[in-house]
């Protein structure tokens, strides 16, 4: 029987998480299968090549391209400073000399005598790969990077703004349902991963960042709070790169929403643990999550086991989020499944399912408006 895509939200207690820690090209790598490192610690290092500056040494000198080989004061591959001659020409018998004086600190890498152009290459970019999470090297793979494993809660989010990092959970509001606003943010929220209610403000987002909140991890938030925050519309490309100190992730959607009950009180019983997240989002081919990660200490993960993280699709009882209107947000579990194509209101033909609410009410729902929650 053919399968209706079914998009799937991760919402455990207890898993293995695993995480491919790459670079972005060949370098170093600087841990062994079977250590043990911590989110900070460096996994491989690489230098990207640094920036190419271009420079029209014929039209600073004024001379043809042909003569500019002859007018170099260096060679390629050699270092230059940034205001040093790379090259010069001299005229009325030497009285009189113009410059060409390189605009960065690298090496020069070509000269053409055709264009009259010397490009200049910046000092190699040093990029290094953390950890992310706390856990163990499980897989090496030379020159790229690593695999690192551990044993945790795992909560993944509809949408995120910034990028990875770590602190301490916080629980901020007294429900899923209270909105986190600025005045529930103070000095002590310094360093800590911020868990909130139905919706989180633009001014609970700049307190965050002005006490130095390592993260935010709420239900909701206003598109238009976050254009105000961000300067700028969120695009279709991926997210994470923001430049912010404080990262945000969204478990519900747009709007204020509740958090659902289950994942606030899975994040409350952490309270005080240390939680790495990541506000990575792409919700096109190659779809990213951000997500929060919360290690177990070393006594928890034994009794977690190998258990695992496998999808076992939709069935009769699994819990779902509604993402369509009319029930957008709404959670709640599966009471049937109809597996013929069913015509809709629109005259299209779809697979579909009943819905049972928590207030009892049920709902006849197409397959593709609805997301699974994965346990």
């Known amino acids: 029987m053919a399968h209706a895509y079914t998009p799937g939200l991760k919402v455990t207690e207890r898993m293995t998480i695993s ?7 060949k370098g170093k790598v600087v841990v062994k ?24 040494v014929a039209n600073i000198l004024g001379v043809p391209p042909e003569d500019v080989s002859d007018c170099m004061m260096k060679k390629e591959g050699d270092s230059v400073k940034q205001g040093e001659a790379i090259a010069q020409t001299k005229s ?11 605009k960065i600190d690298g090496t020069v890498e070509n000269v053409s005598s055709v264009t009259g152009q010397v490009l200049l290459r910046g000092h190699p970019i040093p990029v290094e790969v953390k950890a992310y999470i706390d856990g163990k090297i499980t897989e090496v793979f030379p020159d790229e990077g690593v695999r690192v494993e551990t044993s945790g809660s795992f909560v993944q989010g509809i949408f995120g703004i910034g990028g990875e990092t770590h602190g301490e959970i916080r629980i901020v509001t007294p429900d899923c349902k209270t909105p986190l606003t600025d005045t529930l943010i103070d000095n002590s929220c310094e360093g800590k991963i911020l868990v909130g209610g139905s919706i989180v403000t633009a001014d609970a987002i700049r307190k965050a ?7 935010i991890v709420v239900g909701g938030l206003d598109d238009k709070d976050l254009r105000e925050f961000l300067g700028t519309d969120i695009g279709v490309a991926i997210t994470g790169s923001e430049d912010i100190n404080v990262t945000v992730v969204v ?24 939680a790495c997240i990541n506000g990575a989002t792409q919700i096109r081919a190659g779809v990213i999550r951000p997500e929060v990660v919360i290690p177990s200490s070393a006594s928890e993960s034994k009794q977690v086991g190998a258990e695992s993280s496998m999808s076992h699709g939709l069935a009769v009882g699994s819990p779902v989020r509604v993402i369509r209107q009319p029930y957008f947000g709404k959670l709640g579990k599966v009471a049937e499944l109809q597996p013929e194509l069913q015509k809709l209101e629109s005259e299209s033909k779809a697979r579909i399912l009943t819905v049972e609410f928590a207030d009892g009410v049920k709902a006849i729902i197409p397959r593709a408006n609805v997301e699974l929650i994965e346990q």
């Open 19 to 25: 995480k491919r820690r790459i670079l972005p090209l």
């Open 33 to 56: 299968v079977g250590d043990k490192v911590a989110p900070d610690d460096v996994v491989a290092r690489t230098d990207l090549p640094g920036n190419v500056e271009p420079m029209n």
């Open 92 to 102: 009325f018998f030497g009285l009189f000399k113009s410059e060409a004086k390189s």
């Open 209 to 215: 960042m002005a006490v130095k909140a390592k993260g």
């Open 251 to 274: 478990t519900e959607g747009f709007g204020q929403i509740n958090m659902a009950d289950r994942t606030f009180e899975l994040l409350k019983s952490k309270e005080g643990k240390m």
